[in-house]
Nanobody, 115 residues
Framework: QVQLVESGGGLVQPGGSLRLSCAAS????????MGWYRQAPGQRELVASI??????NYADSVKGRFSISIDNAKKKVYLQMNSLKPVVTAVYYC??????????WGQGTQVTVSS
């Protein structure tokens, strides 16, 4: 079992920055991939992902503005979000992928970009 706890969401003005964190606990040795999805009304999107060997993947809409990183020893993943726009307002969910087992999810953290 893997448990995930997110932090770092909140309210920010357009053009601002936020850094999301997600800490894994439990059987963290088995995690191969971690990342972030976001859920807005009627829309669910993979934002970014990273594997334990450092391979990253980003949604086209966030390339150049968001950056994902991982602390492999702690299985803690970070999402640095810059130049934020109101359109990215959503609940952001951290996930961890374990081969042959499945995907674990965090509880979600709200990100609101508004003036």
């Amino acid at each position: 079992q893997v448990q995930l706890v997110e932090s770092g969401g909140g309210l920010v003005q357009p053009g601002g920055s936020l850094r999301l964190s997600c800490a894994a606990s439990g059987s963290i040795f088995s995690i191969y991939e971690m990342g972030w999805y976001r859920q807005a009304p009627g829309q669910r999107e993979l934002v970014a992902s990273i594997t334990t060997n450092g391979s990253t993947n980003y949604a086209d809409s966030v390339k150049g503005r968001f950056s994902i990183s991982i602390d492999n020893a702690k299985k803690k993943v970070y999402l640095q979000m810059n130049s934020l726009k109101p359109v990215v307002t959503a609940v952001y969910y951290c996930y961890a992928g374990v081969p042959s087992v499945g995907v674990y999810w965090g509880q979600g953290t709200q990100v609101t970009v508004s003036s």
